[in-house]
């Protein structure tokens, strides 16, 4: 999150000096108007694109207006103040406390006081308070949630579906697996070869850490000229004919073009499989969910799901596999439910939206099931 400073320097040298690196240390980056003087700008413009580039604004105020803009009749701080305003930029106002303001910061404080509603201001006395105000105030900050809206492709979007990857670890034809890609649409620029190893060690950390994988299961771990996977299957895993199933085999692989992929067998039992929009939605946000750190750098994205082989899934409650007395039979690699790119979304908006996704894809999933889609 970029966050700009905005006040004169006189009178809060210390402060202005103080905020960068806290700001830093709180994970964010801080723009102001010291860190421009290299730009060919005028330091005039280039403070006021900084104002356009903010995230968060924060208002300082001390004792001192500021020399007036001979063309505006303002000062530096209130033409970047009124910028952020027309922005709709988060605001934050920072008074120092028992500075005696001039006649023209006195006029500024009243008209900044008539935006003041719904605003977090406060007054401090030294780096310290003012430290802790701004640290309360940028952690209590939350970005508004980018709104999510669906576009036509432009064009043809290739899926890396896992059947069509013979040199990632496969499974046994009869499980079912249910599978989810996140595809750029922009072109991107290529992973390194020799990066993709050390890219198949974080997916692995990433996912134990976030409890897609056991910290003691083993994995496969590995990577080629195109991909880096990390993956759980255990080839001698076997149940009895009336057990429940839940099959170990899951992975997260990433092509280098920034192709992402996340999939996951489905509990069965020997008639096989059951689904249905509510569980596929669950499981399929947590799939994603695995998968947005990971985002390409891609203005748009597209996504695509899959459950493969379908032959022994059917419609129901997942929570009946294991109690049924009849339901479908046959196993094979032809029957294939897919839930082909359709759209295209801001890559932003995925992390915020991931229900709304993982609702869209469970939904044709299902209709594809439903319509005898092959």
């Known amino acids: 999150m970029k966050v700009f400073i905005s006040s004169v320097r006189r009178g809060l040298e210390d402060e202005r000096d103080y905020l960068p690196d806290l700001i830093r240390a709180l994970g964010h980056q801080p723009l102001r108007f010291e860190d421009f003087g290299a730009q060919d700008l005028t330091s005039r413009g280039a403070c006021l694109g900084g104002v356009q580039e903010a995230d968060v604004y924060l208002l300082l105020l001390g004792p001192t207006y500021g020399g007036e803009m001979g063309d505006s009749g303002l000062s530096a701080t209130e033409e970047e103040f009124n910028t952020a305003t027309g922005r709709g930029l988060p605001i934050y106002v920072f008074r120092k406390r028992d500075a005696t303001p001039d006649a023209q910061q006195e006029a500024f404080l009243a008209r900044v006081g008539n935006y003041q509603e719904g605003r977090f201001w406060t007054e401090f006395t030294d780096n310290a308070e003012l430290g802790v105000a701004v640290t309360k105030a940028l952690q209590g900050h939350r970005p508004p949630t980018p709104p999510f809206a669906q576009h036509p492709l432009s064009g043809p979007v290739q899926v890396p579906w896992r059947r069509a990857r013979p040199s990632l670890p496969q499974v046994r034809d009869s499980i079912a697996v249910l599978e ?25 950390t990433d996912a134990r850490q976030q409890g897609f994988f056991g910290h003691g299961d083993a994995l496969d771990i590995n990577a080629d000229t195109e991909n880096a996977w990390a993956v759980r299957n255990d080839p001698n895993h076997r149940s009895g ?23 996951q067998a489905l ?46 899934v059917a419609e129901g409650d997942p929570h009946g596999v294991g109690t049924r007395t009849s339901g479908l039979m046959g196993f094979g690699r032809d029957a294939v439910l897919r839930a082909e790119p359709a759209d295209q979304i801001a890559s932003t908006s995925l992390a915020p939206h991931l229900h709304e996704v993982a609702r869209d894809l469970a939904a044709r999933l299902v209709h594809a099931l439903r319509s005898g889609q092959r």
Do not use: C, K
């Open 180 to 204: 989810v890609h996140v595809l750029p649409i922009e072109q991107t620029t290529l992973r390194p070869v020799a990066a993709l190893s050390d890219l198949a060690t974080r997916l692995a």
């Open 241 to 263: 004919w009336n057990d429940v199933t839940t099959d170990p085999f899951a992975g997260v692989y990433i092509r280098r073009d920034g192709a992402l992929s996340a999939f």
């Open 267 to 312: 509990p069965r039992d020997m008639l096989g499989s059951l689904i249905n929009e509510t569980d596929l939605v669950q499981r399929l946000t947590v799939l994603l969910r695995h998968l947005t750190p990971y985002l390409p750098g891609s203005a748009n994205i597209a996504v695509a799901a899959a459950i493969d082989p379908a032959d022994s």
